[in-house]
């Protein structure tokens, strides 16, 4: 089994200052990742994955994530936030599970970008 | 098209009421999932379909009755429910249930059970 720990429940930040919201993860096996983006009242968008080669991953937005396997994390980060950027995060595993890979998801960190 | 698509937007229902929520998608996906999103929190699992059987019941209530008539068409039958099973439910699909396949979220169904 595997799960996620996404440390800050809400991380504010003024507009244009850069952001890195938290993700680590355990898990017994291999194991892929995701990060999402949910604005209000909407379904989540996959910001990136990471699923194999190189730890950085560039993803939609303007977000990156480093997976670092010796730290089991997968930080995102944004160098300029935009007011736009407000929403809620989920930082998502995805392991074998009986032979699906079912996706466990983080609490979620509430990005709040102010002007 | 990469759009998963659910009516209704929002549903307001009582006790004892009878309705179903409809989830669609065209992208050729043969793996299907229900959740069940309360505010502030992360999605909850409720069933998987792969290939148009239901593959996993995370132990949710018979209130709940999922369908999968094909291979584009999910739904969630509802019946009986309780005022805390109001929420966000959302419909996803990926290509497949297993490996690295990213799921593709549908906006959602609000709701509200009176």
């Known amino acids: 089994a595997q799960s996620v720990t996404q440390l800050d429940s809400q991380v504010p930040v003024f507009e244009e200052a850069p952001v890195e919201l938290r993700c680590n993860y355990s898990?017994?096996?291999?194991?892929?990742l995701f990060w999402y983006v949910q604005y209000p009242n909407q379904g989540l968008q996959l910001l990136l994955k990471?699923?194999?080669?190189?730890?950085l991953v560039k993803g939609i937005n303007g977000f990156e994530a480093e997976f670092n396997k010796s730290q089991t994390s997968f930080h995102l980060r944004k160098p300029s936030v935009h007011i736009s950027d407000t929403a809620e995060y989920f930082c998502?595993?995805?392991?074998?599970?009986?032979?699906?890979?079912?996706?466990?998801f983080g609490r979620g960190t509430s990005l709040i970008v102010h002007p | 098209d990469t759009e998963v698509t659910q009516t209704p937007k929002h549903l307001v229902m009582g006790m004892t009421n009878k309705k179903s929520l409809k989830c669609e998608q065209h992208?050729?996906?043969?793996?299907m999932y229900w959740y069940k999103q309360k505010a502030k929190k992360p999605p909850e699992l409720m069933f998987v379909?792969?290939?148009?059987?239901?593959?996993i019941n995370e132990s949710v209530p018979s209130r709940f009755s999922p369908e999968c008539p094909n291979s584009s068409l999910l739904n969630l039958h509802l019946h009986a429910l309780q005022p805390e099973d109001s929420a966000l439910y959302l419909c996803?699909?990926?290509?497949?249930?297993?490996?690295?396949?990213?799921?593709?979220f549908g906006p959602g169904t609000r709701l509200t059970v009176t």
């Open positions: 998502a595993v995805r392991g074998p599970s009986g032979g699906s890979y079912i996706p466990t």
């Open positions: 379909y792969s290939y148009e059987k239901l593959s």
């Open positions: 992208m050729g996906h043969r793996a």
């Open positions: 898990s017994s096996v291999s194991v892929y």
């Open positions: 996803a699909s990926s290509q497949s249930a297993g490996t690295d396949y990213e799921q593709y």
């Open positions: 990471y699923l194999s080669g190189s730890t």
